[in-house]
């Protein structure tokens, strides 16, 4: 069984690899599953293992929570052997959350709707999808931008399962308005389903945007580039980018001085809440994962 014990503490922040059907360390021995876990790729940045492994100790729980890195080749197999092992959750990050709907058993309506999932739960004869990034982005854009500036125009940077659930929460506030921009826009095709309309990134206006979420990948390292110009974001626009690190992303250095700014720490903590919720019910984690979360450099 995954996760009986609580071990080093240390451990958790290497990153465990599936690969050819099989869960290894970084240095190749065979690894055994931990009690809750991340997948995705790349996962050597998140902060999930520090904010879900202060939540099981703050709960009194044995375990660990732990990143491992697979391919969407793998997936599926990964998933069988999670479950094999009575891992007791998981998450899913990039680029796996709509493949992750797919290959479950089981769906929250939610998960549905959105078309991605980002949290799965054992279920009878397979996981259940369930996303809570919805949820928790309206919890992060509610603290960070307290004027609502989703009121009027909303923009959306992404055509990912990120893109999904942040369109999906915008109009969840009552959003004016909701544009999805993305390079290739017959990606961004669904927006439509939602009641957004899909643009190409390059060319779209954005002087009338009063809030963008970037929800694509890029600022995820240090010398990512920005996803777009910077100087195209009109003066006083409400700026959330959903990639944190331990520096501001490109975007978020040049816009901080044009208008209010926020990375994805808040919606990170609000969504890891969320989830353990869905695993551990009747837990209440919020404070021990605000608490663990590290700072944001903004």
Same mark, same amino acid.
Not at 208 to 221: E, F, K, R, V
Not at 229 to 248: E, F
Not at 276 to 298: V, Y
């Given at each position: 069984?995954?996760?009986?014990?609580?071990?080093?503490?240390?451990?958790?922040?290497?990153?465990? *690899? $599936?690969?050819? @059907?099989?869960?290894?360390?970084?240095?190749?021995?065979?690894?055994?599953? +931990?009690?809750?876990?991340?997948?995705?790729?790349?996962?050597?940045?998140?902060?999930?293992?520090?904010?879900? @492994?202060?939540?099981? !100790?703050?709960?009194?729980?044995?375990?660990?929570?732990?990143?491992?890195?697979?391919?969407?080749?793998? $997936?599926?197999?990964? &998933?069988?052997? =999670? &479950?094999?092992?009575?891992?007791?959750?998981?998450?899913?990050?990039?680029?796996?959350?709509?493949?992750?709907?797919?290959?479950? !058993?089981?769906?929250?309506? &939610? #998960?549905?709707?959105? @078309?991605?999932?980002?949290?799965?739960?054992?279920?009878?004869?397979?996981?259940? =999808?369930?996303?809570?990034?919805?949820?928790?982005?309206?919890?992060?854009?509610r603290l960070a931008f307290p004027d609502r500036p989703w009121r009027r125009e909303c923009v959306v940077v992404g055509a990912g399962g990120a893109a999904r659930a942040a369109?999906v929460s915008l109009f969840e506030l009552n959003a004016h308005g909701v544009r999805v921009l993305a390079r290739q826009v017959e990606r961004a095709r669904w927006a439509a389903?939602?009641?957004?309309?899909?643009?190409?990134?390059? /060319? #779209?206006?954005?002087?009338?945007? /009063?809030?963008?979420? !970037? #929800? /694509?990948?890029?600022?995820?390292? +240090?010398?990512?580039?920005?996803?777009?110009?910077?100087?195209?974001?009109?003066?006083?626009?409400?700026?959330?980018?959903?990639?944190?690190?331990?520096?501001?992303s490109a975007l978020l250095r040049v816009h901080r001085t044009r208008g209010p700014v926020a990375d994805g720490r808040e919606m990170l903590c609000a969504q890891a809440a969320?989830?353990?919720?869905?695993? $551990?019910?009747?837990? !209440?984690?919020?404070?021990? *994962?605000?608490? #663990?979360?590290?700072?944001?450099?903004?």
């Open positions: 069984m995954a996760g009986e014990t609580k071990g080093d503490p240390r451990e958790a922040t290497e990153v465990l *690899i $599936f690969q050819s @059907g099989v869960l290894r360390t970084s240095n190749g021995e065979q690894a055994s599953w +931990p009690r809750l876990a991340l997948l995705g790729d790349p996962v050597e940045h998140s902060l999930s293992p520090v904010l879900h @492994g202060a939540a099981l !100790q703050g709960a009194n729980l044995p375990g660990q929570y732990r990143c491992v890195k697979v391919a969407g080749e793998e $997936f599926e197999a990964c &998933l069988s052997a =999670a &479950l094999k092992e009575e891992v007791a959750g998981l998450n899913v990050t990039l680029p796996h959350k709509e493949r992750a709907l797919r290959a479950c !058993q089981h769906a929250s309506p &939610l #998960a549905a709707r959105v @078309g991605a999932a980002n949290t799965l739960v054992p279920a009878r004869n397979g996981w259940e =999808a369930h996303n809570t990034d919805v949820g928790g982005l309206k919890d992060a854009l369109v389903s939602f009641g957004a309309s899909a643009e190409d990134l390059r /060319t #779209a206006p954005l002087d009338s945007a /009063t809030l963008l979420i !970037q #929800a /694509t990948p890029l600022g995820l390292l +240090p010398e990512d580039p920005s996803p777009l110009d910077p100087s195209r974001i009109r003066n006083g626009c409400a700026l959330m980018d959903l990639c944190y690190g331990a520096t501001p969320r989830s353990f919720r869905l695993w $551990f019910p009747g837990t !209440q984690p919020e404070g021990f *994962i605000r608490r #663990a979360c590290p700072k944001s450099p903004l």
